[in-house]
């Protein structure tokens, strides 16, 4: 069980790490402060000054559009120089970006990288990463464990297989509305529809109208699963 | 052989295709217009002028970070209705972007669909993707075809291992220089350091100097090949 602690304010991210701990989280995830863009000097003294002040072991998440910043591979690598950093999530989308992290902490065997976009997961998988954190897996978990393994033991057939079915989930389940936020409305609606949980989503954001969840609804009914 | 017909005119495209024609090209490569950013309409108006005019077969190229614009994958889709349209190179680094396009074009059996970074080529071909068309087969092209035969036959061993030859040259050579033409002068530097060509470079941009080029120099001998 990973928790997110991404604040803009260290002393807020340091109170969010407390709650996770005595909640029984396994580790934290955090993202840099995304008001300001940061330098790489100053992600690498962020993350020097909070994770002394966490009691849990720590994954990096990198996500720029959000974040304004990439973490460069040798900040990551300064990171985690403290043994309580054992990965990293990277949700930039950018595969010459990701290899280049896989080649800088290739000599780190204990330490984890995993991708955000499902859409990449198999080929990251093929190539050695560790797996992926995937939006999808809240609504389809078998879907995504079945295509982890199958990327893991390197079985083709299966791999084209269910990759396929994660991009019909992509190309029909998020791409319903017009935002930045589609992505993040369509898995909560998708969850909704399933009967998971509601699709209830933080301010600024609301769920999908009645329109927009048929047309999720007819895309899970639409899927090989 | 494939020649770049890329111009910010479309009469100037024109012309250029003309002498590739004459001069025995295969096929061309456009990428689209590189001043003002094209909306996908747009993009798709360019190409619906351009191709009618053109003897070769084309391939459309997608370089978002010098033409402010992605083709979005319908606009591919659409363009590519024209049959002399017979393929698309992808230099964005958008891992996500690249199997929503191949999603997209997966009943074109006849549509060839390459990368550019060849940082992904190892992994995209891994997926069902056609090739790369990458910087660093100028220098070594034994390699890079080595390294898409492991893929394309699914030798997973020998992917690993010339990847990580393929990741050395990405961070020794292509990481010489502060600038964003790093890439394109450390592979013109390297073809010279290899006796191919010289390294002259056309105008904004010169040739590495003294200090740059005994580096790469220095990377190049110490590549295990």
Do not use: W
């Not at 399933?194 to 899927?223: T, V």
Request: proline content about 5%; glycine content about 8%; aromatic content about 10%.
């Amino acid at each position: 069980l990973l928790v997110g602690i991404s604040d803009t304010s260290l002393a807020d991210s340091i109170s969010l790490s407390q709650v996770a701990s005595v909640s029984g989280a396994d580790a934290l995830v955090s993202a840099p402060p995304y008001y300001f863009a940061t330098g790489q000097p100053e992600l690498a003294e962020f993350y020097e000054s909070l994770i002394p002040q966490l009691e849990l072991p720590v994954y990096l998440y990198n996500m720029p559009s959000h974040t304004k910043v990439n973490f460069a591979p040798s900040t990551i690598r300064r990171i985690a120089e403290n043994e309580k950093v054992i990965g990293f999530k990277d949700s930039s989308s950018n595969g010459t970006y990701f290899q280049q992290v896989m080649y800088e902490m290739r000599d780190r065997k204990d330490f984890s990288i995993f991708v955000g976009p499902e859409e990449m997961m198999a080929e990251v998988v093929l190539m050695g990463a560790h797996g992926g954190v995937n939006g999808g897996a809240n609504m389809f978990p078998k879907l995504y464990v079945d295509l982890y393994n199958a990327a893991a033991t390197q079985n083709m057939a299966e791999v084209k297989r269910l990759h396929a079915i994660v991009m019909q989930i992509s190309a029909t389940i998020y791409s319903v509305g017009s935002f930045g936020s589609s992505y993040l409305k369509g898995v909560k609606c998708g969850l909704s529809v399933l009967g998971i949980c509601n699709d209830y989503l933080a301010a600024p954001f609301n769920k999908f109208d009645e329109e927009h969840r048929n047309r999720i609804r007819l895309a899970i009914e639409n899927l090989p699963l």
